[in-house]
């Protein structure tokens, strides 16, 4: 999906910071829960806080991977493309799609995105692969402009 179908999916789109992340079994299957604090909302009036479950992870000695599901790490700053489920609970559009690595140039400064599944399309990416890798990223300031025109 492109930006304006993933914006049209969302109930909601935030910058947000993950703030917990814990793996749980359940029926036999291994289930990530991440939690999340909204530091902007791009769409919608979000809570202000907000779990996000997902199949995957490792807990009692298993471990799942799912194609697909992103996987976060405490502290970690995403963009989230996201509807509501139950309660606080929310689904992101697309799970890949809907998430958008955040981070900071180090040439530059300046704060760029990187869609999760581009990085899952691309084949293993070496360490001289890297300049390719940064090429793909866009400044987060266009992520938001392309979010805002898409929710007109």
Sequence with gaps: MDVRELTRQATYVA???????????????????S???VAEAWKGEPPSR???RLPGGESGGQRMSVAGA???????EVVLFFTEDRG????????????FR???????????????????????????DSADEERRRIP?????????RASR
């Design 140 to 148: 987060l300031a266009t992520l938001r402009g392309m979010v805002e």
């Design 70 to 76: 992103p996987r976060f790490t405490e502290g970690e």
């Design 15 to 33: 910058r947000v910071r993950c703030v917990s992340v814990q793996s749980t079994m359940d029926l036999g299957m291994v289930w990530t829960l």
């Design 50 to 52: 907000f779990t996000v």
């Design 102 to 128: 955040i981070r900071k140039s180090r040439r530059t400064g300046i704060e760029k995105v990187l869609q999760e599944s581009a990085r899952m399309q691309a084949p293993a990416v070496r360490q001289d």
């Design 35 to 37: 939690t999340f604090e």
């Design 88 to 99: 606080r609970q929310m689904n992101i559009v697309g799970w890949a799609q809907g998430t």
